[in-house]
């Protein structure tokens, strides 16, 4: 199996800009996306292929990858952006898929 | 519009087998991989199991592995997962997915309790 590491939390005042990192051995090789998830809710991509943005995703998320860490960006945080967000990726086979931890941001 | 929509989950006892189901739709189905992911209560995202298109390969996380068996049958655009020796801890929602293009069904809860 293969592991990404998130940090568990992560607090803003809004306005603020919020950083969420996702670490793993094989992401200088693969790409990282991202999922904001709310209670009771599905996951929602707000991030594909380490810096893409879908469609009706809001333009303060943005993402960026460096060596073996991934970055989600929320600039400008507002309160509805209150979630737990999740990393995915493959290992470097693109065998086995992997979510980190997950990371609840807090914006207050 | 693409849609996935589990089913069959429910309440079982330790050690008993149960099958879930995914319907497809929306999207050509049988040229897809697709993913297991499930989430037990005030947990995060596992992933579980991924099949190819075909059905010809299959991967499982150490979790499930040996107990867990995914298939898919592409002429009913159906996705499947056996699960064989329940134990507690697969309690959860299990969504069925394919994260990278961001579609997600809205589960279906497996209870394992005696």
């Known amino acids: 199996s293969y592991e990404l590491t998130q940090p568990p939390s992560v607090s803003v005042s809004p306005g603020e800009t919020a950083r969420i990192t996702c670490s793993g051995d094989a992401l200088p090789k693969r790409n990282a996306y991202w999922f904001q998830q709310k209670s009771g809710q599905a996951p929602v991509l707000v991030i594909s292929e380490d810096k893409k943005r879908p469609s009706g995703i809001p333009e303060r998320f943005s993402g960026s990858s460096s060596g073996t860490v991934a970055t989600l960006t929320i600039t400008g945080a507002q309160a509805e952006d209150e979630a737990d967000y999740y990393c995915f990726s493959t290992d470097i086979t693109t065998t086995y898929g992997a979510f980190g931890g997950g990371t609840k941001l807090t914006v207050l | 519009e693409v849609q996935l929509l589990e089913s069959g989950g429910r309440l079982v006892r330790p050690g008993e087998s149960l099958r879930i189901s995914c319907a497809a739709s929306g999207f050509t189905f049988s040229v897809n991989a697709m993913v297991w992911v499930r989430q037990a209560p005030g947990k995060g995202l596992e992933w579980l199991s991924r099949?190819?298109?075909?059905?010809?390969?299959?991967h499982y996380s150490d979790s499930v592995r040996g107990r867990f068996v995914v298939s898919r049958d592409n002429f009913r655009n159906r996705l499947y997962l056996q699960m064989n020796n329940l134990r507690v801890e697969d309690t959860a929602l299990y969504y069925c997915?394919?994260?990278?293009?961001?579609?997600w069904g809205r589960g279906t809860l497996v209870t394992v309790a005696s």
């Open positions: 099949i190819g298109g075909s059905g010809d390969t299959a």
């Open positions: 997915a394919k994260p990278k293009l961001g579609f």
